[in-house]
């Protein structure tokens, strides 16, 4: 039995079904993750082709079935983000912010929430928003999703919560531990304190408020190792886009090095 009805939702994925149709995968507000059948989607004059492009979205007349593939109706609104298809980092961190979220939904189940989390994301990176701490931020806010509780405002030996004393990172102890425990630590990851107080502030961070943010590479750098820690070895997950995204971020750090050293060569002529 289909039921008829109408949504808002995003693209999380699109693949190749036969020869002219396609299997798209929407994250809607009212009906949660749902795989659609999109006769004829890959056609060029396909009239939906903006709303059903990833990343890309909708408000949708959708026919679904408890279990199953769906099928659209109509749309009567496209979410296009025209600057996200241009901008290849941009692109991808989009991409990866789509995959976290079709790793925390279970198909079928609604969450209002978690949508417009992810709508405004995607909104952010439209602006031009630095996309890879836009990321960050939903990355570490997300975890909860996951059954993940990591939380680096407190330390976890001795729960101090007081921040004028040193910390550092330990994956063993799932978050920050203070000075106290240093010299029995072994395995700490000796980050600076503006990584420690960023990975703090981008966890309770009110998502819908962000304003300008201005952080150093490096200190991003960091944050990212912290989070794909996170997600490989407490959870098993690495999106296809964060490999990408990882090399990307390897040939940024050799020409900022390969730059880094030249400046200063211009320094020793001068």
């Known amino acids: 039995m289909y039921v008829k009805g109408e949504t808002a939702g995003l693209v999380l994925s699109v693949r190749p079904f036969k020869e002219k149709d396609q299997l798209v995968q929407l994250f809607t507000e009212k009906y949660g993750k749902r795989m659609i059948l999109v ?42 983000y025209p600057y996200l298809q241009t901008d290849p980092l941009a692109y991808t961190y989009a991409q990866y912010i789509l995959e976290l979220a079709q790793y925390a939904l279970e198909d079928g189940e609604p969450d209002a929430i978690f949508y417009g989390y992810i709508r405004q994301g995607l909104v952010y990176l439209e602006e031009k928003k630095p996309p890879a701490v836009i990321a960050a931020i939903m990355a570490l806010q997300i975890l909860p999703k996951f059954g993940v509780d ?17 910390y550092d990172y330990s994956s063993f102890y799932h978050g920050v ?19 420690l107080f960023y990975l703090r502030k981008f966890q309770d961070f009110n998502f819908f ?51 880094e050293r030249n400046v200063d060569k211009r320094k020793d002529l001068s």
Not at 40 to 59: H, T, V
Not at 152 to 159: G, I, N, P, R, S
Not at 177 to 195: D, G, K, S
Request: proline share 5%; with cysteine; glycine share 6%.
């Open 209 to 259: 408020q962000i304003g300008k943010i201005d952080i150093h590479p490096q200190w991003i750098r960091q944050i990212w190792q912290v989070i794909d820690s996170i997600y490989e070895e407490e959870l098993g997950i690495r999106p296809a886009s964060r490999r990408f995204l990882w090399k990307m971020e390897q040939s940024e750090a050799k020409i900022q090095a390969l730059w």
């Open 39 to 80: 006769k004829r989607a890959a056609m060029p004059n396909f009239r939906y082709k903006k709303a059903l492009q990833c990343p890309g979205g909708g408000i949708f007349y959708l026919s679904l079935q408890e279990e199953g593939l769906g099928f659209i109706q109509g749309v009567k609104e496209e979410f296009s």
């Open 150 to 166: 990591i939380r680096f405002d407190h330390c976890q030996l001795c729960e101090e919560t007081r921040w004028d004393i040193p």
């Open 177 to 195: 531990i203070c000075e106290r425990h240093f010299a029995t630590i072994e395995n700490r990851w000796n980050l600076p304190p503006q990584v």
